[in-house]
């Protein structure tokens, strides 16, 4: 049974890696580093302090809480456990896969932490200001799905890898924010 889930992971990744263009290379390759997404974090924050005030504090402590989660569970717990190699670690796939990135990565990527991370905060910011503000679902989900998919593209990671960071960022942020709004009530200062 795993391997046939691992035939039909590696068929799908390298399906979705072989879609490539020399434009889409340069797009991907941005759209997967870290560090592009800081000014949009940044603007977050400074948005949410703007809109809730002293709200904010709560929102943004469950934003913290929500990428710890994610990021400790994919890359703390389950790729020392499962120790899945990434498809660029794998010899066979070597010749036939597309690397858009020169470091590929640590040696695992069952589950991806980036897709945990952009789902989490996707999530998250769904479940504390998605009802009154749609367009945070709107931008924020499809988002996280062109960062999850980003790491495909780049030959880091399969679509099971991708697929299980997304719902251990969602589970991560109903935790998170779950946890931050039974201690706010607890303090009687409401997220």
């Known amino acids: ?44 924050i400074i948005w949410l302090i703007w809109k809730y ?3 904010a504090a709560g929102m943004i402590g469950a934003l913290i809480l929500t990428i710890i989660i994610a990021d400790q569970t994919a890359s703390g717990l389950l790729k020392p456990f499962f120790e899945r190699l990434r498809p660029c670690h794998v010899l066979y796939l070597q010749d036939k896969l597309h690397l858009v990135v020169e470091d590929c990565g640590g040696r695992y990527g069952f589950a991806s932490s980036h897709a945990a991370n952009s789902f989490g905060l996707a999530m998250a910011l769904y479940l504390l200001v998605g009802k009154k503000h749609p367009w945070i679902t709107w931008f924020f989900f499809p988002w996280a799905a062109a960062v999850s998919y980003s790491r495909i593209y780049v030959g880091v990671h399969y679509p099971f890898d991708v697929a299980v960071g997304a719902c251990i960022g969602a589970a991560a942020a109903w935790i998170a924010v779950k946890s931050v709004e039974r201690i706010l009530r607890l303090r009687k200062n409401p997220v």
């Open 53 to 55: 005030n002293q709200r």
């Open 1 to 44: 049974m795993l391997h046939q889930i691992q035939e039909i992971d590696t068929h799908l990744f390298l399906t979705l890696n072989g879609l490539h263009t020399h434009w889409a290379d340069t797009i991907m390759y941005w759209v997967t580093q870290r560090n592009t997404w800081i000014p949009l974090y940044a603007l977050l």
